[in-house]
């Protein structure tokens, strides 16, 4: 397990209590869990994702993650349809461990309403969080 | 003596660490799939001389014949007996895992299940032929609805998660009669896992609540969601944290004021037996694990049955063919307009009926008692043992269970994982691990009541020993176990690349 200084948090990012990371571009919202979390729930071994053209509110499970552990569930932090999601995660899982921000994103959302973001945490006050 | 011991094991004094480890090394047989031991013309039997003229069935009956490997009597008993050996079960030594209750299975159960008026019976006879078999289904109902203070017991349930799933099933009616279905249904984080699968698929959708910090839930964090679109509630008690819900008679309250129904989870039954009848706590439904708490044959060793016991109101909604007794006459009754059908066919796991009516009889109501008492006195006695070599989460008394984390053990990059690893060197099948999931690194101990004072003192200096192994040989956890006929498996890869055929 990580030590918490150990943990890669990009500064361009936004973070939700529940460990998942959103990044914006334009109206569409990429989401995936972020360093913390992969490193919580040990190796990951299936990542269920949800179909393009899935609507989705604020807070609801739209996938889950399975590790050797556990199985978590994971909540958009904004409202909207989804017009990708990661398919290579089905052969290869490992993406959210090895690569969480980049290769092992989870989910594209085209936001109703980007406001529903502005009470994510970003790196500085999400780190504080996570110091408790 | 320990020399000794230490100088006959294989690996030497580093794999047989002191006399808490009961287990040693053995031979033990590779064996082969069945297929691999086949011969062509290799048989097991001796078929008698034909005596009768020869009859040939329709062709269009008839097809190739199943393919089947081909071998002798012996090779049949040494792949079987081998693979037992690779086994670890209640039999060979202390099965501590909780929330499963894997208590002994007294011999005596299989002798009266093997009796042939049980076993012979068919279960398509008529009644006028079976009435033993009838009686039998009738009192065990009987007796489960005393020791639950419910009005009616329905046997027909395979296993727990089909019982919740009738349990559901009956409340999911009970809305539909009274001319209001809900949508919802609240399952606080302490309950058992299965819980949501069997709301999902009665159409509720879950609610789920959180327990308060001293880990049992309040009256407040239901009231906070309860309403009339709420079917009602899902509860374990004791609950996965091993801890009684004390305000289980207030919540209960709180769900029927609203009109909903409380379902009990009575898979953790073992530790309140004889002591509270769930009826008494406003609990509406609740199904029982004989495989539990009966003592019936748990995990690979048999099917499991799961009954449930309801209050009067939820009697007309229980799966037909009802037992009924009249006049010292027993009949099936089908003509229940408002059941919910069949849940299985025919009446149930009906030799797993008769192993757990053998039980009750056997134990009678003191003993039954007695069981819940001892199963609650070793979980503290295990809780209060281990307490400051191991974190203890949630400290106060516990029920049947008690729950540890890995975090003084953190420190030595040793986890939960690798201590329940290490016990199987020691001799002992490890405990439940990462469950309940709201206790990070939870250690689950359940000693249930059928394991002596002497053997769960060695459990304890077990667990002693292996604290003191991550402290100064960590290493020695990570690769355990050492003695089991394979090591650490490869958990990952099993799970990202199964192989699934032979």
Partial sequence: MKELNELNLPEDLKYSDDHEWARVDGDIVTIGIDDYAQDQLGEVVFVEVPEVGDTFSKGDQFGTVESVKAVSEIYTPVSGEVVEANEALADAPELINNSPYKDGWIVKIKADDLSELDNLKDKASYFQMLKG | ?502
């Fill in chain 2, 1 to 502: 003596m320990e020399e000794h011991i230490a100088n006959t094991c294989r690996g030497g004094v580093q794999k047989c660490h002191n006399t808490h480890q009961t287990a040693t090394s053995g031979l033990i047989f590779k064996e082969s799939f069945l297929w691999g031991k086949s011969r062509e013309g290799r048989c097991a039997v001796s078929i008698p001389a034909q005596d009768v003229e020869e009859s040939l069935l329709d062709p269009e009956l008839t097809a190739d014949a199943p393919e089947l490997p081909q071998l002798s009597e012996m090779d049949v008993v040494r792949h079987y007996t081998r693979l037992s050996q690779w086994n670890f079960g209640v039999d060979s030594g202390m099965y501590p895992l909780g929330s499963c209750t894997m208590k002994y299975n007294p011999k005596t159960n299989e002798v009266q299940a093997a009796r042939p008026g049980f076993s012979g019976a068919h279960p398509l006879l008529d009644e006028d032929l079976c009435q033993g078999a009838l009686e039998m289904i009738y009192n065990l109902e009987q007796y489960l609805a005393e020791i639950t203070g419910m009005e009616a017991v329905t046997l027909q349930p395979a296993a727990g998660a089909h019982g919740e799933l009738a349990g559901m099933l009956a409340i999911h009616a009970y809305h539909a009669k009274t001319g209001h279905q809900r949508s919802k249904i609240i399952i606080p984080d302490t309950a058992h896992g299965t819980n949501p699968a069997s709301a999902t698929l009665c159409g509720y959708e879950s609610i789920n609540i959180h327990s308060g910090e001293d880990g049992i839930l309040t009256p407040e964090a239901v009231a906070a969601v309860m309403d009339e679109e709420t079917a009602g509630i899902m509860i374990t008690n004791p609950n996965t944290l091993g801890l009684f819900e004390e305000s289980i008679k207030e919540i209960a309250d709180i769900v029927h004021a609203k009109g909903g129904l409380v379902y009990g989870d009575g898979a953790n039954m073992n530790a309140i037996m004889g002591i509270v009848k769930p009826g008494d706590l406003g609990i509406d439904v609740i199904h029982l694990n004989l495989h539990k708490t009966f003592s019936t044959p748990h995990g690979g060793g048999g099917p499991g049955s799961g009954p449930i016991a309801v209050v009067k109101a939820l009697e007309p909604f229980l799966p037909v063919p009802r037992v009924e007794k009249k006049d010292d006459r027993y009949t099936l009754v089908y003509d229940k307009p408002d059941s919910m059908g069949r849940m299985l066919t025919f009446h149930g796991h009906f030799s797993i009926l008769v192993r757990a009516y053998s039980y009750i009889l056997t134990m009678g109501a003191k003993g039954l008692t007695d069981v819940s008492k001892l199963a609650v006195l070793n979980a503290n006695y295990i809780k209060e043992s281990l307490r400051g070599d191991l974190h203890l989460p949630y400290d106060r008394p516990c029920m049947h269970e008690c729950v540890f984390t890995d975090k003084f053990q953190a420190d030595n990059g040793v986890s939960t994982l690798d201590m329940a690893k290490r016990i199987m060197d020691y001799g002992f099948h490890p405990p439940t691990v990462y469950f309940p999931l709201v206790v990070h690194g939870a250690i689950m101990i359940e000693p249930t009541e059928t394991e002596s004072k002497e053997t769960i003192d060695q459990f304890i200096g077990a667990f002693k020993s292996i604290v003191q192994e991550a402290k100064e040989n960590p290493e020695i956890l990570k690769s355990a176990p050492h003695l089991a006929k394979l090591s650490r498996l490869d958990e990952v890869s099993a799970a990202r690349k199964p192989v699934l055929r032979g």
